[in-house]
């Protein structure tokens, strides 16, 4: 279990709750704009958490904390993902998982078990520009079909885009949106700069206010709630 990192507690991350972070190293993307590029291409810098340890801060902090946020990387290319689900589960805490939706049976299993109280899927740009976010191939079917079983699951979840400028613009969310037709909830984030793992998007400025907010407006088409975060 590639465990790399555990934080304190977050109230970003988890809506309307207070959580613990639990980070796991390695993706199945390695998209130019990503945030935490040392846990996608070299995750073995990083020491495994240990997982008696993990869980039983987890059980010392259950008076003040709701639940507990897994993230990565990207959690459920990691085998030992539903067992650590499990065992918070078996803390009575509640689960927001992070994914960018490319192993949908990991998700469906998770979803099956009730593992999971909330979603938080990732769409990067148009489905059909998803071979330009990694070296190798991407498949798009399994995220079409996370898309689906999220969609038509009954667990509470949001769609989320980073409005990397590029990958996303006008005709971009035309696209997303089809895809995510009639999902509950769509985030729109601002780019930052600043971490991207492809050195050259450093200097890259985002897109103005006034464009998130008309993509917004576009967003609204499809879903029927829209956020933006990071203005």
């Given at each position: 279990?590639?465990?790399?990192?555990?934080?304190?507690?977050?109230?970003l991350?988890?809506?309307?709750?207070i959580?613990?972070?639990?980070?796991f190293?390695?993706?199945?993307?390695?998209?130019?704009?990503?945030?935490?590029?040392?846990?996608?291409?070299?995750?073995?810098?990083?020491?495994?958490?240990?997982?008696?340890?993990?869980?039983?801060?987890?059980?010392?902090?259950?008076?003040?904390?709701?639940?507990?946020?897994v993230?990565?990387?990207?959690?459920?290319?990691?085998k030992?993902?539903?067992?650590?689900?499990?065992?918070?589960?078996?803390?009575?805490?509640?689960?927001?998982?992070?994914?960018?939706?490319?192993?949908?049976?990991?998700?469906?299993?998770a979803?099956?078990?009730g593992?999971?109280?909330?979603?938080?899927?990732?769409?990067?740009?148009?489905?059909?520009?998803y071979?330009?976010?990694?070296?190798?191939?991407?498949?798009?079917?399994?995220?079409?079909?996370?898309?689906?079983?999220?969609?038509?699951?009954?667990?509470?979840?949001?769609?989320?885009?980073?409005?990397?400028?590029?990958?996303?613009?006008?005709?971009?969310?035309?696209?997303?949106?089809?895809?995510?037709?009639?999902?509950?909830?769509?985030?729109?984030?601002?780019?930052?700069?600043?971490?991207?793992?492809?050195?050259?998007?450093?200097?890259?400025?985002?897109?103005?206010?006034?464009?998130?907010?008309?993509?917004?407006?576009?967003?609204?088409?499809?879903?029927?709630?829209?956020?933006?975060?990071?203005?």
């Open positions: 279990m590639k465990i790399k990192g555990f934080q304190g507690t977050s109230l991350d988890f809506p309307g709750r959580a613990s972070l639990v980070f190293g390695g993706c199945n993307l390695s998209c130019p704009f990503c945030h935490n590029p040392s846990l996608v291409l070299d995750p073995e810098q990083y020491p495994d958490y240990p997982l008696a340890a993990l869980l039983e801060e987890l059980r010392e902090r259950r008076s003040f904390i709701d639940g507990v946020v993230s990565g990387g990207e959690p459920t290319i990691d030992g993902l539903l067992p650590l689900l499990r065992e918070i589960k078996a803390l009575a805490l509640e689960v927001k998982l992070d994914t960018n939706g490319l192993a949908p049976s990991v998700l469906k299993q979803m099956a078990e593992l999971v109280d909330y979603v938080a899927l990732d769409l990067k740009t148009a489905v059909d520009r071979r330009e976010l990694h070296r190798g191939p991407v498949d798009l079917a399994a995220l079409r079909e996370s898309i689906r079983l999220l969609l038509d699951g009954c667990v509470d979840y949001e769609i989320r885009t980073t409005c990397v400028p590029g990958l996303v613009e006008t005709a971009d969310l035309w696209s997303m949106g089809q895809s995510i037709r009639g999902a509950r909830s769509w985030v729109l984030q601002q780019f930052v700069a600043r971490h991207a793992m492809d050195e050259s998007l450093h200097a890259q400025s985002p897109h103005p206010p006034e464009q998130i907010r008309a993509f917004a407006e576009i967003a609204a088409t499809f879903a029927e709630q829209v956020s933006i975060r990071g203005l």
